[in-house]
């Protein structure tokens, strides 16, 4: 597969793994040499270091949230020239690969974000406290990005131009079998009600975060869930209230133009809210810190306003998608 | 006391057969208000310990505090956080960005600071006024005179209204006579509140009368001027 | 928050007066890095309009097209076999059609020779494509001579030209009526080239495709998403064949990118080591120069992208024309269709910006790192 998109991905990944590479090798030197009192050459040189590859990385996990979205907007895309595919769920069920790779470039993009974070918070404590945790950190994800572009590679060039793929219609169906299919079948007013008590439950949370500037794992722990929860929602009843169609699963269709890419509407400030929620867990643990106390106390507050504020948007727009909707989904309701 | 360097070292090379310990053990104090020299041949370490003493680099071991805070083992981000408020440095080339204005040279260690444009300007234009640059403001550095660009690197010194004054060889490139006048204008300075550290190894800077101490180095160790 | 934005703008202006006083450097750089990205930017946008164009002529062809084969090779259809179809469910109109090209020793050119019922033309009318129009110099009312099958002249009348708006397929394009395409190539009236189905319902196409297999096992079914879905593999195929070539200039630029950023001269380097003597931190001298490089991406990509757009959609991409006209000699002058992908401008951003970035990073970082003290030495 020659496509330029399918090129730019292959490439930005193993950019990626490269720069991954090169960082993880600094990372061992830092666990070993890493000592702030000594005013030695070596350490002058580690501090130094510490800028490049800082910016390497701020780089390497920018990129990586842009290709996860080109990636699932190529497969989009793609689907026009595979026999069966009419969105990305019929790309992705190709071959075994395309389903792990986007699962691993969703774990790629949550795990960077709160690498940004802690390296964000890490600058500000005059004795660099957290270096150690943060490069140890950094050596846990480079694994995740090897695979990933190992699996992508896989992925696309294993693509059977004549192969008859199924699409959302036989994969999100309520009739079908395994998780997608379970997923779907969940009632509407199940999943709806349980979205309400999430969202009330992460709102109540990020309120409580915000205000007394601790336990942020609160927050971490209520934002996982509620991600889980929403993209369960998403599937089970969201998408049938978009698409107007009571038995049309699909979590990608809603991507396209034809529903006015509404998806990405719910998609990117729900990965927001959950990145930063997921990362005030791993702010608020370091304010007994004396170099970082301020800091987590100042920065604390608005990683969980800015969490909710996305959450809010994404619950909106969910609220706006059904109530806007033709569909009445009385059967099923009463 | 102000400032207290507690058996300060700094190598160069470390680990190298070309090891060199530029500082070899330096213990002394700096005082609040007052007017100190740094006395010494070129290659003495005067302009090494005066670096460290200005945030612009580490010791490679030993202690500096600055009032209650110990600079020493400062990261650079936090260092230089220190520096520019604490400090103002006068060169000994003057150091002016040539192709920028005058005031546009005196602005450029505030724009870190992220101020209010139009209060930085203010801030600038006061200084101008009072060394008698004002109508250089917007002229570019290249045509000033050495006086001129001497002025304008002592008003770039103060924009951050640092605490300490750090003028390394100040002198170098000035006849007697502006020698003479720098010295009266950090006088002033000096009496306005301001802590000034020289280095140098010019008669007109060491004999003059303002100056309230010398400190004599020699090969990286202090050989006169104990308080 | 106000003071980190009042900071970046201070570290623009800078950035912007240091460009201006290197302007020989940054001019070098910055036309080197839009010639890139306009030759980039000029394929994609050509082979992508190019696409939309066929996918946007395909939109109303019918959704079957039915051949016949004999002995591998496609022949005539005889006009019973609308009979033997039948009625099939789902097809809501089915009719013959009768098409060819015509070889013209004149101009050395192929031209398309299809026949019209809209335009209810008499035996002797002809409508023609501009291409065909202004390589024999004709206008409507005069007359273009044809052979025929039998070897005579026959003349027709034209009556009208076809609008250049999609021109890339009508410029060689001749419309006739059927007793005139008889004639002129000597098919009787039971034969046509082909037989067209529409369906309703895309469901349904592939059910009626078996159908007409197990009625007419001599004929080929060809659906039309099927040559959609293979233009789209043939378009982006080519596409990416192209931007491979194009992956040497790439890093070529990769390289010339590199050497000026780490290429510092010692004024340059001297104005570093100030800024850091004065009080920048080597974050901030990184963030500097980082607008340094937004900026001139940015001017790049802007220059870049709207100089390749006018190339492809108002000088009808111009400069590729020897390497991908490809079609007969009547090279359309064509007015592409301006379409821009959000997509494809994704790609073009990956393929410049990202290696330019990669590119000046360590280079950045290592005349950031200056030492701040290097200005007393």
Known sequence: ?334 | ?227 | MITILRKQRYFIDYTLGTMMRHKGKSLGLLSVYTMIIFMLASVMLFSHAMRSEAVALLADSPEIIVQRIQAGRSVMVPAEYLQRIGKLRGVTEKRGRLWGYYYDPAVKANYTVMVSEQDNLSINDIVIGAGIARTRGLSVGDYLTLRSHEGKAFSFRVVRLLESESELISSDLLLISSVGYRRLFGIDESYYTDLVLSVRNPREIQKIAEKLTRLLPDSRPILRAEILRTYESLFSWRQGVMLILLLGSVLAFVIFAWDKASGLSAEERKEIGILKAVGWETGEVMRMKFWEGVIISLMAFLIGYLAAYLHVFYTSAGLFEPVLKGWSVLYPSFQLTPSVDGLQLATLFFFTVLPYTLATIVPVWRASITDPDLVMR
């Open chain 1, 1 to 334: 597969m020659l496509n330029p998109a399918i090129l730019v991905l292959l490439m930005v990944s193993i950019i990626i793994s490269t720069m991954l590479l090169v960082a993880a090798t600094f990372a061992f030197r830092i666990l070993r040499h890493w000592d702030i009192q000594s005013g030695s050459e070596l350490q002058l040189r580690l501090e130094r270091r510490t800028y490049l590859v800082s910016t390497l990385l701020i780089w390497a996990f920018l990129f990586e949230f842009l290709s996860l979205l080109l990636f699932i907007y190529n497969a989009e895309s793609l689907s026009g020239q595979f026999v069966g595919a009419m969105c990305a769920t019929g790309v992705l069920n190709l071959n075994p690969w395309g389903w792990p790779t986007l699962f691993l470039k969703i774990a790629m993009f949550f795990v960077s974000a709160i690498w940004l974070v802690l390296n964000y918070l890490d600058n500000r404590g005059y004795d660099y406290p957290l270096i150690r945790f943060k490069y140890a950190l950094l050596l846990l994800a480079l694994p995740l990005v090897v695979a990933e572009t190992i699996v992508q590679w896989l992925h696309f060039t294993e693509m059977e131009p004549n192969l008859i793929t199924s699409c959302c219609g036989t994969l999100f169906s309520a009739d079908a079998q395994g998780i997608s299919a379970e997923v779907s079948g969940i009632t509407p007013a199940k999943s709806i009600v349980t979205l309400a008590i999430s969202a009330i439950l992460v709102i109540a949370a990020g309120v409580w975060v915000a205000l007394r500037g601790r336990s942020g794992w609160l927050l971490s722990i209520m934002g996982a869930a509620a991600f889980v929860i929403a993209l369960l929602a998403i599937i089970s009843s969201i998408s049938l209230y978009i698409y107007e169609h009571p038995h049309h699963h699909c979590p990608f269709c809603i991507l396209k133009q034809g529903h006015g890419y509404v998806g990405y509407f719910l998609y990117i400030p729900l990965f927001l809210a959950t990145a930063l929620s997921l990362s005030a867990g791993f702010v608020s643990p370091w304010r007994k810190i004396v170099s970082l106390s301020q800091t987590v106390a100042e920065m604390l507050p608005v990683i969980s306003w800015l969490a909710l504020f996305f959450f809010i948007q994404f619950y909106l727009t969910a609220a706006w998608s059904v109530w806007v909707s033709r569909l009445t989904m009385m059967e099923v309701w009463w």
């Open chain 2, 1 to 227: 006391m102000l400032i207290e360097l507690t058996d300060v070292r700094k190598a160069f090379n470390q680990g190298k057969p070309n090891e060199f310990w530029a500082i070899q053990g330096i213990t002394t104090q700096f005082e609040v208000n007052r007017i100190s020299c740094l006395k010494g041949a070129s290659g003495s370490g005067k302009t090494t310990l005066m670096s460290m003493i200005g945030c612009l680099s580490r010791p490679t071991s030993g202690r500096i505090r600055l009032q209650d805070r110990t600079i020493s083992s400062l990261p650079e981000r936090f260092l230089t956080q220190v520096r520019r408020h604490t400090f103002g440095f006068i060169f000994q080339r003057f150091n002016l960005i040539p192709g920028l204005s005058v005031v546009e040279n005196i602005m450029l260690p505030a724009y870190p600071l992220g101020l209010k444009a139009s209060s930085l300007r203010n801030r600038a234009d006061r200084l101008l006024e009072q060394f008698l640059l004002a109508d250089k403001s917007d002229n570019p550095v290249e045509w000033l005179s050495g006086g001129e660009a001497q002025r304008v690197a002592i008003c770039r010194a103060l924009i951050n209204d640092p605490q300490i004054l750090i003028a390394d060889e100040p002198t170098a490139n000035l006849d007697s006579r502006l020698s003479r006048e720098f010295m009266a204008l950090l006088d002033e300075l000096s009496k306005s509140g301001k802590t000034v550290l020289i280095s140098s190894h010019d008669p007109v800077v060491f004999d003059s009368p303002v100056v309230d101490r010398v400190v004599e180095l020699e090969d990286g160790v202090m050989v006169a001027g104990e308080t």
